[in-house]
């Protein structure tokens, strides 16, 4: 989410948590000054390679909930973010049942995994990887679902079933141009999938 404007309207489409990317090289970086959400919705922080500073300074000035860490940040970053009292989601790139063998380095020390399709880049692709790939993951901490998901995927997110799964990141399948949703499409997409 880039805009202060479309940001509260998405905040009123019955959304748990909003994600704010920090990520230089990204079109959807965060410019903003403030973020201003109900108390009701998470917020959470993207980050791709950023220092410890960079992220401690950043999930400060903005009262990050969650960081999400969405490139080759080691176990042990993971864990000392986790000891200083912040909650992590490690984003874990997927092509094929070989990828969620990075699961078992994290257990320890995520609170939450982001499956995405593994791409060039970290994310953003608009592609969806082969979820029967989901069946082979058989670890404790609860995941999210990412990458492609747009409407045509609510049938199939209607009968997938993971007793880890938790729930679902939306991004550029709703968006009408880098950053900003569409708020209507967004919101049909969750209440049909709530129903």
């Not at 905040?11 to 909003?18: F, P, R």
């Not at 791409?119 to 404790?140: A, E, N, R, V």
Request: charge should be negative.
């Amino acid at each position: 989410m880039c805009e202060a404007e479309n940001i509260q309207e998405v905040a009123s489409c019955g959304i748990d948590w909003m994600g704010f990317i920090f990520y230089d090289k990204s079109p959807r970086r965060f410019r903003g000054e403030t973020i201003a959400l109900p108390k009701t919705i998470q917020r959470v922080g993207v980050f791709v390679n950023a220092s410890l500073d960079d992220i401690r300074s950043t999930a400060r000035r903005f009262a990050l909930d969650l960081l999400q860490l969405h490139g080759e940040e080691s176990p042990e970053m993971c864990a000392f973010l986790r000891a200083e009292g912040y909650r992590v989601i490690k984003a874990i790139s997927v092509a094929n049942e070989a990828d969620m063998e990075q699961t078992a380095r994290y257990e320890a020390v995520a609170d939450y995994f982001l499956f995405d399709t593994r791409c060039p880049g970290y994310g953003g692709s608009g592609l969806s990887f082969d979820w029967s790939i989901l069946k082979t993951y058989h670890g404790s901490i609860p995941f999210f679902l990412s990458g492609g998901l747009k409407m045509d995927s609510l049938q199939t997110l209607q009968t997938l079933h993971h007793p880890q799964w938790i729930g679902i990141d939306l991004n550029s399948g709703f968006e009408t141009r880098p950053g900003h949703k569409d708020t209507l499409l967004l919101q049909h997409f969750i209440n049909s999938l709530k129903n």
